[in-house]
């Protein structure tokens, strides 16, 4: 007897690498019983800070089934973003993830590429494909689904290539093979604990986000805290830090994604470039840039705060 499972699970996989993922690994869709309540004890800490969108859906959050109706798999797909240059030295730092085009564009159009190979090749097969627009955990599936372990600054890692990618996923109401958790592998290294400038890592796999680099350049729209200037590290845009310091991140290797190189101006502006923005240049360096989110006006706060 044929085994479709094991023949579709194939397909998907190679699929998905010929479409540029660094990786696939597939669940079975079912409620998330070990993050439910760390998920809870999170929120109930104000982790979340000013993102009151993460109390939202809280059983969404843990259970697929409630997010897209019949779904069998959760197929999670790891796409890698690591640049081949680096900002100059004397420059405000932007997030690596920023470089080049809004990557949720850019993945959201390989997902539904992967989501019509699969009904052209199986047949009527529902679901939906999400990047980071959702509530949907995409680091506890990505970890469920055996792609690379949780480390203690909460992002996903793996052996192979350290933790500089995007995580998306297809959740469709196909039933395949499912992949096996792995083990982690940070043992007593605590590198990126002791290097966040905010301690926004309070204990081992506890990131406080409303203490986060990120979270303040990023998500807060109100004024920068006093309390954490000269903390900030010269990120004007997220903050890799705890990423940079990895031991695993020495094994990166430059993503091959054209849509992820950088405007050339990104790489070569200074602090002063920075200092002296105006709004034309901020819209034609990132007019397709995730950096969008935090508008002209965020970015000039962040620098100004920098600069201060």
Same mark, same amino acid.
């Given at each position: 007897?044929?085994?479709?499972?094991?023949?579709?699970?194939?397909?998907?996989?190679?699929?998905?690498?010929?479409?540029?993922?660094?990786?696939?690994?597939?669940?079975?869709?079912?409620?998330?019983?070990?993050?439910?309540?760390?998920?809870?004890?999170?929120?109930?800490?104000?982790?979340?800070?000013?993102?009151?969108?993460?109390?939202?859906?809280? /059983?969404?959050?843990?259970?697929?089934?409630?997010?897209?109706?019949?779904?069998?798999?959760?197929?999670?797909?790891?796409?890698?973003?690591?640049?081949?240059?680096?900002?100059?030295? /004397?420059?405000?730092?932007?997030?690596?993830?920023?470089?080049?085009? @809004?990557?949720?564009?850019?993945?959201?159009?390989?997902?539904?590429?992967?989501?019509?190979?699969?009904? $052209?090749?199986?047949?009527?097969?529902?679901?939906?494909?999400?990047? $980071?627009?959702?509530?949907?955990? /995409?680091?506890?599936?990505?970890?469920?689904?055996?792609?690379?372990?949780?480390? !203690?600054?909460?992002?996903?890692?793996?052996?192979?290539?350290?933790?500089?990618?995007?995580?998306?996923?297809?959740?469709?109401?196909?039933?395949?093979?499912? @992949?096996?958790?792995?083990?982690?592998?940070?043992?007593?290294?605590?590198?990126?604990?002791?290097?966040?400038?905010?301690?926004?890592?309070?204990?081992?796999?506890?990131? @406080?986000?409303?203490?986060?680099?990120?979270?303040?350049?990023?998500?807060? !729209?109100?004024?920068?805290?006093?309390?954490?200037?000269?903390?900030? @590290? $010269?990120?004007?845009?997220?903050?890799?830090?705890?990423?940079?310091?990895?031991?695993?991140?020495?094994?990166?290797?430059?993503?091959?994604?054209?849509?992820?190189?950088?405007?050339?101006?990104?790489?070569?502006?200074?602090?002063? /470039?920075?200092?002296?923005?105006?709004?034309?240049?901020?819209?034609?360096?990132?007019?397709?840039?995730?950096?969008?989110?935090?508008?002209?006006?965020?970015?000039?706060?962040?620098?100004?705060?920098?600069?201060?």
């Amino acid at each position: 007897m044929l085994n479709h499972k094991a023949t579709y699970t194939e397909l998907i996989k190679s699929e998905a690498k010929r479409l540029g993922f660094l990786s696939c690994g597939i669940s079975k869709a079912e409620f998330l019983e070990a993050e439910a309540p760390r998920l809870e004890a999170w929120l109930q800490k104000h982790m979340n800070g000013e993102m009151h969108y993460m109390e939202n859906h809280f /059983d969404k959050r843990l259970d697929p089934t409630l997010l897209v109706e019949g779904s069998k798999s959760v197929v999670s797909l790891l796409l890698n973003y690591y640049p081949s240059e680096l900002q100059t030295e /004397d420059s405000y730092k932007l997030s690596k993830y920023a470089y080049g085009n @809004d990557y949720h564009h850019v993945i959201k159009h390989k997902l539904k590429s992967l989501l019509y190979f699969i009904q $052209d090749e199986i047949g009527e097969v529902g679901g939906r494909a999400f990047v $980071d627009s959702a509530p949907v955990l /995409d680091k506890a599936w990505a970890a469920k689904s055996g792609l690379g372990w949780i480390g !203690k600054h909460s992002n996903l890692l793996t052996q192979q290539v350290g933790s500089f990618y995007f995580i998306a996923e297809l959740i469709i109401d196909l039933e395949l093979e499912y @992949d096996h958790i792995t083990t982690d592998h940070c043992g007593t290294c605590t590198k990126c604990i002791d290097a966040c400038p905010t301690e926004a890592i309070t204990e081992p796999y506890v990131v @406080d986000g409303s203490k986060c680099i990120s979270y303040f350049t990023i998500e807060l !729209k109100e004024n920068l805290p006093t309390e954490f200037k000269g903390k900030f @590290d $010269d990120w004007m845009f997220g903050c890799d830090v705890c990423q940079d310091v990895c031991p695993w991140n020495k094994f990166s290797k430059p993503h091959n994604e054209p849509l992820f190189n950088p405007h050339p101006e990104v790489l070569d502006m200074t602090k002063k /470039d920075w200092e002296e923005i105006t709004e034309d240049t901020f819209k034609e360096v990132f007019q397709k840039s995730a950096v969008k989110r935090t508008k002209f006006s965020g970015l000039e706060r962040n620098i100004r705060f920098l600069k201060s």
